[in-house]
Nanobody, 123 residues
Framework: VQLQASGGGLVQAGGSLRLSCAAS????????MGWLRQAPGKEREFVAA????????SYADSVKGRFTISRDNAKNTLYLQMNALKPEDTAVYYC?????????????????WGQGTQVTVSS
């Protein structure tokens, strides 16, 4: 499967962005999906995850209440709605898929990765 993330950009603190991740192939609806991010000089960290059906979601404490992960299996697309953005949210955001379909916050459990999209939040 190929994943293509988009929607990043430059936004002021307090603003919003919506990231999208378009997946190729017919198996998207069976995959568990996630968003992870990596800031300069830091390790990649978990942001949010969703199981195959969208019935279960999980968030990092740092984004809980501000970010919402969702998916549209008919469109083979994953989303991340980001509100009340902070400068510390600045990072490259990656979408990722696990073929098991489960909810996971562990980057090692993801089998496919997109290329990343840059999000920059100015203060």
């Amino acid at each position: 499967v190929q994943l293509q993330a988009s929607g990043g950009g430059l936004v002021q603190a307090g603003g919003s962005l919506r990231l999208s991740c378009a997946a190729s192939g017919r198996s998207f609806s069976r995959y568990g999906m996630g968003w992870l991010r990596q800031a300069p000089g830091k390790e990649r960290e978990f942001v949010a995850a969703i199981n195959w059906s969208g019935g279960q979601t999980s968030y990092a404490d740092s984004v809980k209440g501000r970010f919402t992960i969702s998916r549209d299996n008919a469109k083979n697309t994953l989303y991340l709605q980001m509100n009340a953005l902070k400068p510390e949210d600045t990072a490259v955001y990656y979408c990722a898929a696990n073929v098991g379909g489960y909810l996971s916050s562990d980057s090692r459990r993801f089998d496919y990765w997109g290329q990343g999209t840059q999000v920059t939040v100015s203060s």
